[in-house]
């Protein structure tokens, strides 16, 4: 009885806090629903755990225009267009339950979880409420089933200071989806925990303005290599995606489609989509010669390597990616593109004022892309890559105007007219990148990066000359309440180039992560 009025008497508070916040009717309604079936199931409850956060903040620049890392890589929260004003609630829940509430074994406990994050942009014609995280997950040992919207950054990289992974880097809204999977390494035991694996399989739709009734086929798979509490391992894993089925107008009599439709039959997916098989048909009636001579869908995937070393008191991290779109990609044909990075981070200490907790340097270069040329004559070896971009989904590898992948590979919307062309028109690129991080005062956090580009269009279009670019990023974060664990959050960045518009701004805002925990 106790148990049930503790369950009863977070429920109440929970429902009062978001009439407080003024979630939307929906999103109230995904979040009552949780708390319904969870108040039900959780009787013998252990370890309940709420987290509410909010922001509040201001642009101001020398242009509307905001600088590139103010907007990339936040998963398509911050406009090419700077609002004047901008916000963001969030809450997230985590708690757990005894499978076997007679031998409460630790073993058989069944972890619960759910985030939801509101974002809220105002003035300038960005008038805009978005959902970047709404999410309900559920973990029984290892294994977890979760769905919805929720952040992820797929890929080995330096989650902190990097430009980001190659094909998932978080710089566009999350896209819907379902996903079972082992988020983190499982040791296999009948190799004495030398060999630990991860990965997952996931489904996703793509409710995009431009295509109907699109979706998204993802799945990963990593291994990592080395003695168990050892100092050194090595990473090995593969990311695969696909955009794939979908109907839209400009398709109707196009020889890319069948009466304006792409292809969602199951066959045709577990065969071109899953396996990743070009057709055994060369036409039929649910696809035409283009799924023939390729492969269903827009496949968007890469390789990992990494390798890490532990000294006494920091961490060495050497990565690479390696993209693929074809089979030229697969077979590695177009090496030396890819992300490279090497990273080090270290923990914190006391005796300095000023402290550089990590260093982070990467070179990113996407120009070989198998070659200038399209071979058809050896459907393993194709050619000409032409990254992000795809001549079925006219907006590319891209979610809601934001390219999924690497920021450095911009859409048209992004860069000066002048260099406008396909949706992706400048996906040839070298990129030189640099970010450090660290404390100031021990309570004091900052971060920066600075990055310089040449940018060389695509092969079908080149750029003459060549546009150079340089971007920087300073942000700081400092405690200034300890209600709430209120902080300062200030960043500063500009650009200047021939890429870009030049522009220079920055941000003040105020973030609380702790008002109002509830345990």
Not at 427 to 446: D, F, P
């Given at each position: 009885?106790?148990?049930?009025?503790?369950?009863?008497?977070?429920?109440?508070?929970?429902?009062?806090?978001?009439?407080?916040?003024?979630?939307?009717?929906?999103l109230t309604k995904f979040l009552l629903s949780f708390l319904l079936t969870n108040a039900y199931f959780n009787a013998e409850a252990q370890n309940q755990h709420w987290s509410p956060s909010a922001e509040l903040g201001s642009y101001i620049g020398t242009s509307?225009?905001?600088?590139?890392?103010?907007?990339?890589?936040?998963?398509?929260?911050?406009?090419?267009?700077?609002?004047?004003?901008?916000?963001?609630?969030?809450?997230?829940?985590?708690?757990?339950?005894?499978?076997?509430?007679?031998?409460?074994?630790?073993h058989a406990r069944i972890q619960w979880g759910a985030g939801v994050e509101t974002v809220f942009n105002l003035g300038r014609g960005n008038e805009k409420v978005l959902l970047p995280e709404a999410y309900i997950k559920v973990r029984w040992k290892k294994l977890e089933f979760w769905g919805g919207r929720r952040k992820q950054i797929l890929g080995i990289v330096d989650t902190t200071?990097?430009?980001?992974?190659?094909?998932?880097?978080?710089?566009?809204?999350?896209?819907?989806?379902?996903?079972?999977?082992?988020?983190?390494?499982?040791?296999l035991k009948f190799l004495r925990n030398y060999v630990s694996l991860k990965g997952f399989f996931s489904h996703g739709w793509f409710n995009v303005p431009y295509i109907q009734g699109a979706y998204l086929h993802q799945k990963t798979l990593?291994?990592?290599?080395?003695?168990?509490?050892?100092?050194?391992?090595?990473?090995?894993?593969?990311?695969?995606?696909?955009?794939?089925?979908?109907?839209?107008?400009?398709?109707?009599?196009?020889?890319?489609?069948v009466d304006g439709h792409l292809t969602d039959n199951f066959g045709d997916f577990l065969w071109g989509v899953v396996i990743g098989k070009i057709p055994k048909a060369y036409q039929n009636k649910r696809f035409t010669n283009f799924d023939g001579e390729n492969r269903v869908g827009n496949h968007v995937g890469q390789y990992?390597?990494?390798?890490?070393?532990?000294l006494k008191t920091s961490k060495l991290l050497l990565y690479h990616n390696h993209p693929f779109e074809d089979g030229s990609g697969l077979q590695l044909q177009n090496i030396p593109d890819g992300l490279y990075g090497l990273s080090w981070k270290r923990a914190a200490s006391s005796k300095s004022f000023i402290e550089v907790r990590g260093v982070l340097l990467e070179y990113l270069f996407s120009k070989d892309q198998s070659g200038a040329g399209f071979d058809l004559t050896n459907s393993h070896f194709k050619g000409n890559d032409n990254y992000f971009d795809h001549?079925?989904?006219?907006?590319?590898?891209?979610?809601?105007?934001?390219?999924?992948?690497?920021?450095?590979?911009?859409?048209?919307?992004?860069?000066?007219?002048k260099y406008w062309g396909e949706f992706f028109p400048d996906n040839r690129v070298v990129v030189y990148h640099v970010g450090l991080e660290g404390t100031a005062a021990r309570s004091i956090q900052w971060r920066t990066k600075l990055s310089y580009s040449s940018n060389f269009g695509t092969n079908n279009r080149?750029?003459?000359?060549?546009?150079?670019?340089f971007s920087y990023l300073l942000m700081v974060d400092a405690p200034i309440f300890k209600w709430g664990n209120t902080r300062l959050v200030t960043k500063l960045a500009f650009d200047k180039g021939d890429l870009l518009p030049s522009s220079l701004a920055g941000y003040i805002g105020f973030r609380s992560t702790a008002w109002g925990k509830w345990r």
């Amino acid at each position: 009885m106790a148990c049930m009025y503790a369950q009863k008497r977070v429920s109440q508070r929970v429902f009062d806090a978001m009439k407080a916040l003024r979630f939307t009717g929906g999103l109230t309604k995904f979040l009552l629903s949780f708390l319904l079936t969870n108040a039900y199931f959780n009787a013998e409850a252990q370890n309940q755990h709420w987290s509410p956060s909010a922001e509040l903040g201001s642009y101001i620049g020398t242009s509307s225009i905001a600088p590139f890392w103010l907007r990339s890589n936040q998963f398509g929260t911050v406009p090419l267009t700077m609002p004047s004003l901008t916000g963001r609630v969030g809450l997230t829940y985590e708690s757990q339950i005894y499978a076997d509430t007679i031998r409460k074994s630790k073993h058989a406990r069944i972890q619960w979880g759910a985030g939801v994050e509101t974002v809220f942009n105002l003035g300038r014609g960005n008038e805009k409420v978005l959902l970047p995280e709404a999410y309900i997950k559920v973990r029984w040992k290892k294994l977890e089933f979760w769905g919805g919207r929720r952040k992820q950054i797929l890929g080995i990289v330096d989650t902190t200071l990097s430009t980001g992974s190659f094909t998932w880097s978080g710089n566009a809204m999350p896209v819907p989806k379902i996903q079972l999977g082992f988020p983190d390494y499982v040791p296999l035991k009948f190799l004495r925990n030398y060999v630990s694996l991860k990965g997952f399989f996931s489904h996703g739709w793509f409710n995009v303005p431009y295509i109907q009734g699109a979706y998204l086929h993802q799945k990963t798979l990593h291994g990592k290599f080395g003695k168990p509490g050892g100092k050194f391992n090595m990473q090995v894993g593969v990311v695969h995606s696909v955009t794939w089925g979908g109907h839209a107008d400009y398709l109707i009599g196009s020889p890319l489609a069948v009466d304006g439709h792409l292809t969602d039959n199951f066959g045709d997916f577990l065969w071109g989509v899953v396996i990743g098989k070009i057709p055994k048909a060369y036409q039929n009636k649910r696809f035409t010669n283009f799924d023939g001579e390729n492969r269903v869908g827009n496949h968007v995937g890469q390789y990992d390597l990494a390798f890490e070393y532990q000294l006494k008191t920091s961490k060495l991290l050497l990565y690479h990616n390696h993209p693929f779109e074809d089979g030229s990609g697969l077979q590695l044909q177009n090496i030396p593109d890819g992300l490279y990075g090497l990273s080090w981070k270290r923990a914190a200490s006391s005796k300095s004022f000023i402290e550089v907790r990590g260093v982070l340097l990467e070179y990113l270069f996407s120009k070989d892309q198998s070659g200038a040329g399209f071979d058809l004559t050896n459907s393993h070896f194709k050619g000409n890559d032409n990254y992000f971009d795809h001549a079925q989904y006219k907006e590319g590898w891209s979610y809601f105007g934001k390219g999924m992948g690497t920021p450095f590979i911009q859409p048209n919307s992004e860069i000066k007219s002048k260099y406008w062309g396909e949706f992706f028109p400048d996906n040839r690129v070298v990129v030189y990148h640099v970010g450090l991080e660290g404390t100031a005062a021990r309570s004091i956090q900052w971060r920066t990066k600075l990055s310089y580009s040449s940018n060389f269009g695509t092969n079908n279009r080149p750029f003459n000359p060549t546009a150079k670019q340089f971007s920087y990023l300073l942000m700081v974060d400092a405690p200034i309440f300890k209600w709430g664990n209120t902080r300062l959050v200030t960043k500063l960045a500009f650009d200047k180039g021939d890429l870009l518009p030049s522009s220079l701004a920055g941000y003040i805002g105020f973030r609380s992560t702790a008002w109002g925990k509830w345990r």
